[in-house]
């Protein structure tokens, strides 16, 4: 024991030692509490502060509930296929028109950038007032070279009428249609020329291939 502790009456070095476990107790304590609590802190800067879009993964817009297809609009399958379907006037849809022009082109990128998994979707642009496609269009957006199915109206009055209803339902009509193997329209995506959300548009197609196969009739 040195000169020093020699001149600190033992009471003190015993009160000295106390005080010291009692600091570091209660120092635990507030780190096990800090521990406990941390979730609900985190659960309000989340809510309150940084405010998510609640879990949302997906850019196109779900469709809640799924409009379901009528067979009988057009000749040829929707069940059991994948369809990204855009309708729009053949009479205005010309190499001058980059509205147009910008939905079919999206479309023919789309089923490209999904590689291997292209030949599960099928591309449909519904021709809206029978005018025959411009020849330069065609020769670009073709079923041989593009997938692309190009289909009239129905012939049926009411169907037709059925049909643009369903097309224009929660003001859709211009947009691109996600129709899923039940078949059903089940999203639509925004016609855009920006690389970011054509990336963001890919990504959704993607993940639907990925998990979704149950129904799918490939050929």
Do not use: H
């Amino acid at each position: 024991m040195s000169d020093k502790e020699l001149l600190i009456p033992a009471s003190q070095i015993d009160a000295s030692a106390i005080n010291a476990r009692t600091r570091r107790g209660r120092l635990q304590m507030l780190f096990l509490l800090l521990a406990c609590a941390s979730p609900v802190i985190a659960s309000y800067l989340a809510y309150y502060v940084f405010k998510p879009e609640g879990a949302k993964t997906n850019f196109g817009t779900l469709v809640q509930p799924v409009q379901e297809m009528n067979a009988a609009w057009f000749d040829i399958p929707f069940n059991g296929k994948w369809t990204l379907l855009v309708a729009r006037p053949a009479g205005e849809c010309t190499v001058k028109d980059e509205s147009c022009l910008e939905a079919l082109f999206l479309m023919r990128q789309l089923r490209i950038a999904v590689g291997r998994e292209s030949g599960r979707v099928q591309l449909v642009w519904v021709n809206i007032d029978g005018k025959p496609v411009d020849p330069e269009v065609l020769a670009a957006y073709d079923e041989q070279k593009a997938g692309f199915k190009v289909l009239p109206l129905p012939a049926d009055p009411k169907l037709t009428a059925d049909f643009l209803a369903w097309l224009n339902q929660d003001g859709a009509g211009q947009k691109i249609q996600l129709i899923d193997p039940s078949p059903a329209k089940m999203m639509v995506f925004p016609v855009t020329s920006s690389p970011k959300e054509f990336g963001n548009i890919k990504k959704d197609l993607e993940k639907l291939l990925r998990l979704n196969r149950r129904g799918e009739k490939l050929q």
